[in-house]
């Protein structure tokens, strides 16, 4: 039984941004290229929120995070979990 393992939107953002200048993004999203080898060894969930952000923004760069999403069982929101609309 694989162990299952939750993303949130930084992981596909730190994976499929373009490299950064600064040191520690730049670490961050090196540890996260070389952990996303290792994603066959994890059942991958994410939310439909998780979905929805990644697919906002620059249309290459969400067509990039959603490239990576591709494969990751998507988790339903419970209404409780959907985020207001306000504030």
């Known amino acids: 039984m694989s162990s299952k393992v939750y993303l949130e939107t930084t992981i596909v953002s730190y994976l499929t941004a373009w ?3 600064d040191i520690v993004r730049a670490a961050q999203q090196e540890v996260t290229r070389e952990w996303w080898k290792t994603r066959e060894s994890f059942d991958l969930y994410a939310s439909e929120l ?3 952000e990644a697919a906002a923004g620059d249309p290459d760069a ?3 995070r959603l490239q990576a999403l591709r494969g990751v069982q ?3 929101m419970t209404p409780e ?4 609309g306000g504030s």
């Open 19 to 21: 490299p950064s200048r």
């Open 50 to 52: 998780v979905a929805d």
């Open 62 to 64: 969400a067509a990039r």
């Open 74 to 76: 998507l988790v339903a």
């Open 81 to 84: 979990a959907k985020p207001s």
